[in-house]
C-alpha cells in the first residue's frame, strides 16, 4: 500500500520559512517525481513546485525564488522549504505522486496546513 505522510507545517509570520516533508511507503521514490501542491480556502488546489527523479524542478511563478524542493532518496522522503513567506501562501499542502510501473495510480498525503499570519 503506497501512503505519502507530510509534516511540517504551521504558524509562521510573513517572511518567515517553513520546511515541510513528505515521506513515502510503499514505493520508492528515487526514479519517481513528486509533487507538492497546495489547496487555498475557496480556491482550486494548484502545484506549487515538482522535484523530478531526472532534471531540474519545477515551480509555479508566485514561489519561484522563494520556494526549494529537494529530495533525500535514502529516507524516501521530499522536501519543501518555503522562505520569505507572505499572507497568500496560506493553504493546506499536500504531497502527490501517480507512482510508476505496477505502482501507477493517484497517489495523494493527508496535507499540512500552512498559515502566514502576523
Known amino acids: 500500500q503506497v501512503r505519502l505522510v507530510e509534516s511540517g507545517g504551521g504558524l509562521v509570520q510573513p517572511g518567515g520559512s517553513l520546511r515541510l516533508s513528505c515521506t513515502a511507503s510503499g514505493l520508492g521514490i528515487s526514479f519517481i517525481d513528486m509533487g507538492w501542491y497546495r489547496q487555498a480556502p475557496g480556491k482550486e488546489r494548484e502545484l506549487v513546485a515538482r522535484s523530478r527523479s531526472g532534471g531540474s524542478p519545477d515551480y509555479t511563478d508566485s514561489v519561484r525564488g522563494r520556494f526549494t524542493v529537494f529530495r533525500d532518496n535514502a529516507k524516501n522522503t521530499i522536501y519543501l522549504q518555503m522562505n520569505n513567506l507572505k499572507p497568500e501562501d496560506t493553504a493546506v499542502y499536500y504531497c502527490?505522486?501517480?507512482?510508476?510501473?505496477?505502482?501507477?495510480?493517484?497517489?495523494w498525503g493527508q496535507g499540512t496546513p500552512v498559515t502566514v499570519s502576523s
Open positions: 502527490n505522486t501517480d507512482g510508476s510501473g505496477a505502482l501507477r495510480g493517484n497517489y
